[in-house]
């Protein structure tokens, strides 16, 4: 029997703090399932929500997206999952029955209805309603904290690799903003795919935690020339895959490290909207531009695969109870994470 209430991190207004406060808890609706939360990441798309400056979500509002637990109970119609079944959440809410969502891409659902953690409540709370569709059974192997991780930084590189880039055995990949988070994980899809990687970012601390996954090169943008290395690291011709994961800043050298037919997958953009691109050098080159967004719940169930047999390793930061939420933020504001943190409710 459950208790009524459950502790949960509230922001009851934009930019306003976390309030850590005592609230009935959910129940869930048919095809819904009640997860009680055992670990949740913390991402810096956390702070921009807070902040206002992302999509809109309605207050008050519990964040956290990146979500690991235990089903607690299961709304009517849901008999794929029972009460203390381990898994872990997808980040989206989407339809199931649009034309992309039948084609397994539900990650550009027609009928979008935006986050977990943003249009419903999310993980920053001791338990949390779940679409039933969302989720992925989580072995015994793999840590809540570990889990936590593997939808978002772990399964956004694994979606824009393996399947928008098609990156292949033998192939020259870089990575810009390597050192983050996704960054970081990007590396060691890269290498578990077979390619050669050098990682990009700033200073020495980002270097060493590229380094340590498994980058074979790394390289700090502001001290050399990315397009000039890139030639020299490939014998002249340029590298098969670049993955961009910073936007303007780099956008332009990214495009000038590409071998011909060369692809560039865009995963994420924080250095501005705009970019000026020569439409002839892509046409010449036959150069492949893509876009790539997160992990359907299918790839989802590999990357746990993958982590379950030690072929990815989550890394984790720091893990701390419920209450230090703002704390985590402000090590995420603050790029003082490698990995993620996560909270444990
Ligand atoms: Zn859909």
Not at 54 to 74: D, F, K, M, Q, T
Not at 103 to 117: K, L, P, S
Not at 270 to 279: C, L, R
């Amino acid at each position: 029997m459950l208790e009524s209430t459950m502790r949960a991190m509230v922001l009851e207004e934009f930019g306003g703090p976390l309030v850590l406060s005592e609230i009935p808890i959910p129940r869930p609706a048919p095809s819904e399932v009640l997860v009680r939360v055992r670990a949740c990441a913390v991402d810096r798309f956390d702070t921009a929500i807070r902040a206002q400056v992302r999509e809109r979500a309605n207050l008050p509002l519990i964040l956290g997206h990146e979500i690991s637990g235990e089903v607690a109970e299961v709304g009517s119609g849901v008999e794929e999952w029972g009460a203390g079944d381990r898994v872990v959440s997808s980040l989206y809410l989407t339809c199931g029955r649009c034309r992309w969502c039948r084609r397994g891409r539900e990650t550009i659902c027609e009928n979008f209805r935006g986050h977990v953690g943003v249009n419903v409540p999310g993980g920053y709370a001791e338990y949390t309603v779940l679409p039933s569709s969302s989720l992925v059974a989580l072995p015994e192997s793999i840590r809540h904290e570990e889990g936590s991780l593997l939808a978002n930084v772990v399964g956004t590189p694994f979606h824009a690799l393996a399947r928008r880039m098609r990156l292949t055995a033998g192939e020259y990949l870089i990575i810009t903003g390597a050192g983050g988070g996704v960054g970081l994980h990007a590396i060691q899809v890269g290498k578990l795919l077979g390619a050669q990687v050098m990682g990009v970012d700033l200073g020495e601390a980002k270097a060493a935690a590229m380094a340590a996954a498994g980058a074979d090169r790394t390289i700090d943008p502001t001290l050399v020339d990315l397009a000039e290395v890139a030639r020299e690291w490939t014998g002249g011709k340029g590298v098969d895959g670049v993955l961009e994961l910073v936007g303007p800043a780099t956008l332009s050298s990214s495009l000038g490290s590409l071998s011909k037919g060369g692809r560039l997958v865009i995963v994420g953009s924080h250095t501005g909207d705009a970019w000026t691109i020569d439409p002839g050098l892509v046409y010449r080159n036959e150069w492949e531009i893509l876009g790539s967004r997160n992990v359907t719940v299918d790839e989802l169930a590999t990357v746990v695969s993958l982590t379950d047999q030690g072929l990815v390793h989550p890394i984790i930061d720091q893990v701390r109870p419920l209450h230090d939420a703002e704390e985590l933020q402000q090590r995420v504001l603050a790029g003082a994470v490698i990995g993620r943190d996560v909270l444990v409710p």
